[in-house]
T-cell receptor
Framework: AQKVTQAQTEISVVEKEDVTLDCVYE???????LFWYKQPPSGELVFLIR????DEQNEISGRYSWNFQKSTSSFNFTITASQVVDSAVYFC????????????WGAGTKLIIKP | DVKVTQSSRYLVKRTGEKVFLECVQD?????MFWYRQDPGLGLRLIYF???????EKGDIPEGYSVSREKKERFSLILESASTNQTSMYLC??????????????FGEGSWLTVV
């Protein structure tokens, strides 16, 4: 069974639109960590955010915001006023004790921002 | 900033060649990783290391070996390259911290083509 599900394979929006990338996870651990990474066409995976299971506060960083909801096992990522430079593949990942804190990756969502 | 440097960005090797992919990190991280990434298959862990001279198999270790003689350096070795090892290889490092988990930082990636 998928432990990290990114149901949106590809999303295409026009620049300046807001877009939300979904991530649903599954774990039995009470302590776990969730991550988002960005992979632009150049290939490097860039760490964006980490959230631990004890902290359900939403986070905002510039045009980026993250909504963590334990009740629905979701950790969604919203880009406000999208820009062409946001075009990338975005990965959600889970780290849990029973997996020795190795990252369990979602399949990724390819985001295309059209000018 | 964490810096993970991979020695080669693009390589073309012949079938049967021995291939070395080198990776260096400058943050004194204990953990280092080698992943490969293929379209449709996502990120797959090849090997990881928690300490100098220590290595653990990941999900797809067959056909690969690793070496960690110094804390900052982690090498991936393809003993006899085959065409099915054509892929992008990503090196990463991390430091596990209580309440912060195991945030993994990646290098730029090495695109290997075996002909």
């Amino acid at each position: 069974a998928q432990k990290v599900t990114q149901a949106q394979t590809e999303i295409s929006v026009v620049e300046k639109e807001d877009v939300t990338l979904d991530c649903v996870y599954e774990t039995r651990d009470t302590t776990y960590y969730l991550f988002w990474y960005k992979q632009p066409p150049s290939g490097e995976l860039v760490f964006l955010i980490r959230r631990n299971s004890f902290d359900e506060q939403n986070e905002i960083s510039g045009r980026y915001s993250w909504n963590f909801q334990k009740s629905t096992s979701s950790f969604n990522f919203t880009i406000t006023a999208s820009q062409v430079v946001d075009s990338a593949v975005y990965f959600c990942a889970l780290s849990e004790a029973r997996s020795n804190y190795q990252l369990i990756w979602g399949a990724g969502t390819k985001l295309i921002i059209k000018p | 900033d964490v810096k993970v440097t991979q020695s080669s960005r693009y390589l073309v090797k012949r079938t049967g060649e021995k291939v070395f992919l080198e990776c260096v990190q400058d943050m004194d991280h204990e953990n280092m990783f080698w992943y490969r990434q293929d379209p449709g298959l996502g990120l797959r862990l090849i090997y990881f290391s928690y300490d100098v001279k220590m290595k653990e198999k990941g999900d797809i270790p067959e056909g690969y070996s690793v070496s960690r003689e110094k804390k900052e350096r982690f090498s991936l070795i393809l003993e006899s390259a085959s065409t099915n090892q054509t892929s992008m290889y990503l090196c990463a490092s991390s430091l596990f911290q209580q309440y912060q988990g195991n945030t993994i930082y990646f290098g730029e990636g090495s695109w290997l083509t075996v002909v």
